[in-house]
């Protein structure tokens, strides 16, 4: 079972940042869309920001303008600065890749979440 591995989660004072990154291990070999989700207690998961293989970017309108996804392609692995933290960006922080193992198809792949909790 493929797995991507999530690191920087924690918690933070209103107004502070935090970095997550997520690697995929490189059994991976052509990954296509890479982006972050968020899923706060009692509500969907829900799209924060993605990045295509050409480096095209969308974030959600609550997001846009404090947090800034980026990838880098020969480690398979995708970071997600956020800045200016909200109490309501407070959530389960989970990563997605859509990419293709070795003599697989292609599929999606998801991280086991990182919480991000913003204090006021």
């Known amino acids: 079972q493929v797995q991507l591995v999530e690191s920087g989660g924690g918690l933070v004072q209103a107004g502070g940042s935090l970095r997550l990154s997520c690697a995929a291990p490189?059994?991976?070999?052509?990954?296509?869309?890479m982006g972050w989700y968020r899923q706060a207690p009692g509500k969907q998961r829900d799209l924060v920001a993605e990045?295509?293989?050409?480096?095209?970017?969308t974030y959600a309108d609550s997001v846009n303008g404090r947090f800034t996804i980026s990838r880098d392609n020969a480690k398979n692995t995708v970071y997600l600065q956020m800045n200016s933290l909200k109490t309501e960006d407070t959530a389960v922080y989970y990563c997605?890749?859509?990419?293709?193992?070795?003599?697989?198809?292609?599929?999606?792949?998801w991280g086991q979440g990182t919480q991000v909790t913003v204090s006021s």
């Open positions: 997605k890749m859509k990419g293709r193992a070795v003599l697989g198809a292609a599929r999606d792949y």
């Open positions: 490189q059994t991976i070999i052509a990954i296509y869309v």
């Open positions: 990045i295509t293989s050409g480096g095209s970017t």
